[in-house]
């Protein structure tokens, strides 16, 4: 979804990517997951291995909680920042789009204009899963509440040429007077 956006013009950032970012390149952060899970969550190489990190968090809320409390502020002054450069500009982008998996899950929806809702059958994310689904999906807004407060809905199990249309008439929307 986030690419069909860009495609079709707007600014992207994804959520999920500023995450890996962080785990790569933050030695503060890198530090603190060390510190707080144990070198189990190193590959190798010393790196943070994110299923490592997964593994070790999903069965346990309250080193869920402490990761998420982590990250989360990071993350946040992240894209905010990115959405105020862009903003600056001479020629700032009409549209500028956000991924946030977790959006209603941690409050996040007061931040932006207008919130998109992607969602997709079970089989279709399982699917497309790169492990199977388990007990995190527990941890989700269900799809009828995401759809019904979101501004604009979207179930991801067509082709690219109907994405391509809803995309196009999002940006249309959000484009407009």
């Known amino acids: 979804m986030l690419r069909a956006f860009e495609r079709h013009g707007a600014a ?17 952060v890198k530090a603190a997951i060390v510190e707080r899970l144990g070198e189990g969550v190193l590959s190798d190489d ?9 593994e070790t968090v999903f069965g346990d809320p309250e080193a869920l909680a402490w990761l998420e ?6 993350v946040v002054a992240t894209y905010l920042k ?13 549209v500028c789009v956000t991924e ?21 059958s079970p089989e279709v994310r399982a699917s497309r ?19 019904r407060r979101a501004d604009f809905a979207y179930v991801n199990d067509g082709t690219r040429k109907e994405l391509d249309r809803f995309v196009s ?4 929307k959000l484009d407009g007077p």
Do not use: C, N
């Open 12 to 28: 992207v950032i994804s959520s999920d990517e500023i995450v890996h970012r962080f785990l790569r390149e933050d030695s503060k």
């Open 46 to 54: 010393g790196e943070i291995d994110r299923g490592r990190v997964a």
């Open 69 to 74: 409390s982590l990250l989360h502020p990071r």
């Open 82 to 94: 990115w959405r105020e450069d862009l903003a600056e500009r001479q020629e700032p982008p009409a």
């Open 100 to 120: 946030v998996p977790l959006l209603y899950e941690v409050g996040g929806e007061t931040r932006f204009d207008a919130v998109i809702a992607v969602t997709a």
């Open 129 to 147: 899963a790169r492990r199977p689904l388990d007990e995190r999906e527990t941890r989700l807004l269900p799809d009828d509440e995401k759809l």
């Open 169 to 172: 008439d999002v940006m249309g």
